[in-house]
Each structure stands twice: as structure tokens, then as C-alpha cells.
């Protein structure tokens, strides 16, 4: 009964919140831990005051994220002008939350702490922003529901960032799939055949902003961070959701059906966890994961089968330690219609670049496609269509490649302007929950 008041009230209420705009947005980042925290202010937004006031405890944590933000208004090439006021303290939480220095808390870092970190700041009249994964198992998502419940009786924000909503092959993806002279209509799919499938492919040791990026060591501890089955395949649920089902609100009790969920791991050698950490020792409460040889055991590998309004789906994440030469983190994305296959690669074949696939099918009229391609290319200038087999490669411009770190930017723009008309659409506080809630019921799966 519960829920259903719940979701009544945010179908109610999530195109009508209040808010002020009558002075700049004030940023509150609290205990960032993860380097998602300092991309929020890669750039500059004309909304947004520079005065950033950042609460944490002393720590590695802290000194990463001041020294991202130092790189950033020091850079020869549009500099930022932010200007963090700092508190260090093991009261840090119940200092922002009294000292009421801003409007917005911005939340990256340890997921153990984020769900309380947003419910606790919506209960003292914060707008929240929060990055992936909100909820990394079912205690976690009930509390989500409560934060959810209680920001819209008061009018608050809380979104999370959702940044693979502007890969530009994905958006075409979607585009493309509502195009039904092309695409057709989705199919229902099997377990062994999905609907929907997509992959990610990502490493523990990488560049962020042109220098390796140096892991805190908690990442490695589930407990801490999460398995991978609740972190990175949030953006392949949402993703299944956005596309699959565009701007319509899904109702996780009745269009949700779970079937299996499993995790997996990689290993990690000290080698390699120095390499990422600069740690040149495991921490002790990573000792349940390593194995007799002393090798770390991270359950970080998920996959999750389920059905969504009587689609198959599927979703999986892979972390491997490091990618190989030329290449990073990578995608595969299939969504399968009745005259065609929309496909995504972005492997060796493709140069790391994710492109786009539309493999047709018997059915299938050559001028059709470009018709409706026509009208996709008029919201997409430059984007062709290069012949491949019996069908077609989207050819993307480089100029639509801007990037996953520039993604953070343009995710952020869509938050304030959410908060400047004080309206976001009906669908997407259900369908965060709904996202939710399959990554958090596939957590309970994989742990049988």
C-alpha cells in the first residue's frame, strides 16, 4: 500500500515541484570520493555560484578531489573559477546539514554512505544530485523510496546522473528504434535471445583528464562500492528504459519481472592494486576476498536477466584490470525490431570508437529507410548513411564524440534547468525507481 501512495504522489507531484531561482544555485559537494564528484565541475555554468563549500573527513579522498579542482582553474584552456570553501571533521555530515551553506548537495563517492547521505539531506530541505548507483542493495532501495517520498512532499530534486543518455549512438540508437519504417516494432525476445542487450566493458587503472587515475582502495571492498551488478549496469538499466520505452513511466510492481541475476569475479594482484591505489598493501577489510595465492577476488562482473512490460533484457558489466593499447572502456548495444537489428560496436574493428549498426532484415524497403533516416538527420545534421552488407553504418561527425567526461557537464545543464522551471518529467522519478529496483532485486538474485 505504501508504494502505491508513493508513486501516486510522485506521478502527482514530479511536474510540479517548487523551487527558487531568484539567486544563482549554490553547489554543497559532501564527502567525494569518487572522481564522478570533481567532473560535475569540469566547467563553469552561468546558474551556479563559484563559491562551492565541500564537507568531508580528512583523507586521500579530500586531497584527490581538491587537487581535480586546482587542475581545473589552472588549466590553460578555459579555466574554471571555483572557489571551495572546505570543512574537514569527523562531523562533516551533521555540519552541512546544519550550516545550511547551499541548496544542492552534490554526492560522489563511498556508496556504503550514499543512500543515508540522500535521505538524511532531503530530510534537511537539500536538493540532491547524486551520482550512480543511489541504492546498491533492497535496505538501501527502501530507503530510497523514503527520499523519494519525502522530496516530493517538499518540493526537492533528486536525480542522479545519468551520463550515457548523451553518448551520441546511443541517442541515435533510440532515435533510430522510433522510427518504425526502419526499425519496425520491438520484439518480445527470449532469455537466450533478449530484446535488448547491452554490455560495458570497463578497467580498474585509467586516464581521467589526461592523467592515471588513482582508485581509494574502499572501491575494491563491494561492501563499500557495491558489486558491479548494482554500480555501472545502473546506466544499461536506465538505458533499456530510455530506449526501449521512451518517456514512458514504468511501474517496477507490475512491468518488472526478474528472472536470473549472477556475479563474478577479477582478479587483482598487489602489483596491480599498488598500480591503481599507490597502496603497496591490502587493507584488511579486503581480506574475505582474497584468495590462498593472495590474489584479490573482486566481485565486480554481473549480469542480470529480466523482463520489462514482456520484453526480454538483458544487461552485463565487465571490469578487467586494464584495457589494451588505443582502446578504454567500451560498449555493446543490441535492440532488436521486426525489419531491423540496431547495433552498437565499439571494439578493435570499430578503433574504440562506438558505432552505429542497422542490420536489416526480410521486410525491409531501402527507400523507407531513407525517408525516416531524412527526418532523424534533420535533428542530427552531418549524420549519413554509409552502405555496409545488406545494410548500413551511421556515420557520425567526430564533433558528436565529445566524450564521457563532457557528458557530466551536459547531464548537469539538464538538472538546472529542472530546477530553474521547477518541473521534471513524470516519468522519471518511477522509472528511477523502477531501475532501482531491478539492480537492487538482482543483487538478492546473485547472492543465492
Known amino acids: 500500500m505504501l508504494t502505491t501512495i508513493l508513486l501516486s504522489s510522485l506521478l502527482t507531484n514530479a511536474c510540479a515541484m517548487k523551487t527558487d531561482t531568484t539567486r544563482p544555485w549554490r553547489f554543497i559537494t559532501l564527502d567525494p570520493g569518487h572522481f564522478h564528484a570533481a567532473l560535475v565541475q569540469k566547467k563553469m555554468y552561468p546558474e551556479v555560484s563559484p563559491d562551492v563549500h565541500v564537507y568531508a573527513p580528512q583523507g586521500n579522498d579530500l586531497k584527490l578531489h581538491m587537487a581535480r579542482i586546482e587542475g581545473y582553474n589552472k588549466r590553460t584552456d578555459q579555466p574554471t573559477r571555483w572557489q571551495e570553501k572546505v570543512y574537514e571533521g569527523n562531523d562533516y555530515l551533521d555540519r552541512m546539514l546544519s550550516e545550511k551553506k547551499g541548496d544542492v548537495v552534490v554526492l560522489a563517492g563511498n556508496n556504503r554512505k550514499k543512500t543515508e547521505y540522500i535521505l538524511r ?166 581480506t574475505p576476498f582474497m584468495d590462498a595465492a593472495g590474489v584479490l577476488q573482486v566481485p565486480s562482473n554481473g549480469e542480470i536477466n529480466y523482463r520489462i512490460r514482456g520484453v526480454h533484457a538483458k544487461v552485463s558489466v565487465i571490469w578487467n584490470y586494464r584495457a589494451e593499447p588505443g582502446a578504454g572502456d567500451t560498449h555493446y548495444s543490441i535492440m532488436r525490431g521486426s525489419l531491423a537489428d540496431l547495433v552498437i560496436r565499439q571494439g578493435r574493428d570499430q578503433k574504440y570508437v562506438p558505432t552505429l549498426y542497422i542490420e536489416r532484415k526480410e521486410g525491409l524497403k531501402d527507400q523507407n529507410v531513407q525517408q525516416a533516416f531524412a527526418a532523424v538527420e534533420k535533428k542530427y545534421p552531418g549524420i549519413t548513411l554509409v552502405p555496409d552488407g545488406s545494410g548500413w553504418i551511421v556515420g557520425i561527425p567526430a564533433s558528436y564524440h565529445n566524450g564521457h567526461e563532457a557528458h557530466f557537464a551536459q547531464v548537469t545543464e539538464r538538472y538546472l534547468g529542472f530546477l530553474k522551471t521547477g518541473k521534471m518529467p513524470a516519468w522519471e522519478i518511477p522509472n528511477m525507481l523502477a531501475k532501482y529496483h531491478v539492480t537492487t532485486e538482482a543483487f538478492r538474485l546473485s547472492n543465492r
Open 121 to 286: 539531506s532531503i530530510q534537511a530541505g537539500y536538493h540532491v544530485y547524486a551520482d550512480k548507483p543511489m541504492a546498491i542493495d533492497p535496505a538501501g532501495f527502501r530507503q530510497l523510496q523514503e527520499a523519494f517520498r519525502i522530496a516530493s512532499k517538499k518540493g526537492l530534486m533528486l536525480y542522479d546522473i545519468m551520463t550515457e543518455r548523451f553518448e551520441i549512438a546511443t541517442i541515435l540508437q533510440r532515435e533510430l528504434s522510433m522510427q518504425p519504417s526502419i526499425f519496425g516494432s520491438l520484439l518480445k525476445g527470449t532469455t537466450e535471445n533478449p530484446a535488448i542487450t547491452k554490455e560495458s566493458v570497463h578497467h580498474f587503472y585509467k586516464e581521467v583528464s589526461g592523467a592515471p587515475l588513482q582508485r581509494p582502495p574502499w572501491f575494491y571492498d563491494i561492501r563499500q562500492e557495491g558489486a558491479g551488478i548494482v554500480d555501472v549496469t545502473t546506466h544499461l538499466v536506465d538505458m533499456v528504459q530510455w530506449e526501449g520505452f521512451p518517456e514512458q513511466t514504468i511501474d517496477y510492481r507490475r512491468d518488472i519481472e526478474m528472472i536470473s541475476a549472477r556475479r563474478w569475479n577479477t582478479a587483482l594482484t598487489l602489483q596491480q592494486f599498488t598500480a591503481s591505489t599507490t597502496n603497496t598493501s591490502f587493507p584488511d577489510y579486503l
